[in-house]
Nanobody, 119 residues
């Protein structure tokens, strides 16, 4: 059994900051790519940022320069620091991880955390 548990969402004013955190736990051999996705009402889920075990990162164009993804490989955690937040950043944010178990790799999702940017 593997769980991804997210924290850190909430309500913030435009221009504000939030830090999302996610921890993977359970029967894990290793964690490969970790990332954050988001889904706004009526829209498809989209990638926000991802990070490899070597620290290489990838960001959506809409958040470049405003968000920073980081991870702790020893703790199987991933964080997303979001600055200069805009109303269009409002969405449910999901943690994602590709995890190796029993000789195979599986894609896991967290339960989602709401981020609302509004004055």
């Amino acid at each position: 059994q593997v769980q991804l548990v997210e924290s850190g969402g909430g309500l913030v004013q435009p221009g504000g900051s939030l830090r999302l955190s996610c921890a993977a736990s359970g029967s894990i051999f290793s964690v490969d790519t970790m990332g954050w996705y988001r889904q706004a009402p009526g829209k498809e889920r989209e990638l926000v940022a991802s990070i490899l075990t070597n620290g290489n990162t990838n960001y959506a164009e809409s958040v470049k320069g405003r968000c920073t993804i980081s991870r702790d490989n020893a703790k199987n955690t991933v964080n997303l620091q979001m600055n200069s937040l805009k109303p269009e950043d409002t969405a449910v944010y999901y943690c994602q991880a590709i995890i190796a178990r029993w000789g195979a790799k599986f894609n896991y999702w967290g339960q989602g955390t709401q981020v609302t940017v509004s004055s």
